[in-house]
């Protein structure tokens, strides 16, 4: 079964700084996506990156990064020049396709990052 | 473009009292999702729908939950009776489905639900 682990319940860091969470996910599958959804206090949950893992390019979006290390099954986020409004649960989250039709998405259970001014 | 829209936002209701959330995904968004997620926890799926047709609903206690979406839009979940352990944050989500090679989900702000 594929399960998602984020062994970092709470971190903190300065405004400005640079802040690494982790993330590590357990499969047999060769093709599935990984993400991030960033989940601020009002609740809403967005997508943050995504990595497709047939790609070997790190995905990046803006201030935001992942280390994508397929064969040690490790997906962390880096996250550039911390602002205020990147406070929020950080969830890490895993997609395969099963058959034609169907497939299954595990969250794990999230990360709480507070953004110090 | 308007997002995943839910309500109530917050219901209180007393154990063994029906309850009913409505979800409205966005538009041309074949795929919904039903989540549950707890206190300090990641979303649980309880059911996903693919149009009209629930394709997984492994996860969804049959014996008080139930769920539909008429139409292949909106969609209603609904729990009776409800006990104390049904409080949770109600989560639904949806994304455009298969013509989508990675699936991105939006959610919608969900429904907290409080069982006295």
Redesign the interface.
Known sequence: AQT?TQSQ?EMSVQEAETVTLSCTYDTSESNY?L?W?KQPP??????VI?Q?AYKQQNATENRFSVNFQKAAKSFSLKISDSQLGDTAMY?C?F?KPIIS???K?I????TRLKVLA | EA?VVQSPRYKIIEKKQPVAFWCNPISGHNTL?WYLQNL??????LIRY?NEEA??DSQLPKDRFSAERLKGVDSTLKIQPAELGDSA?Y?C?SSLG?SSS?????????TRLTVL
């Open positions: 998602v319940p996506y993400f959804y009002s609740r809403q949950m967005i997508l995504r497709e969830f989250a997609m039709g169907t497939y998405y969250f794990g259970t999230g | 997002g999702y300090g926890q990641g979303p649980e799926l693919e394709v997984d944050v989560l989500a298969l990675y699936n991105e989900q939006f959610f919608g702000p969900g």
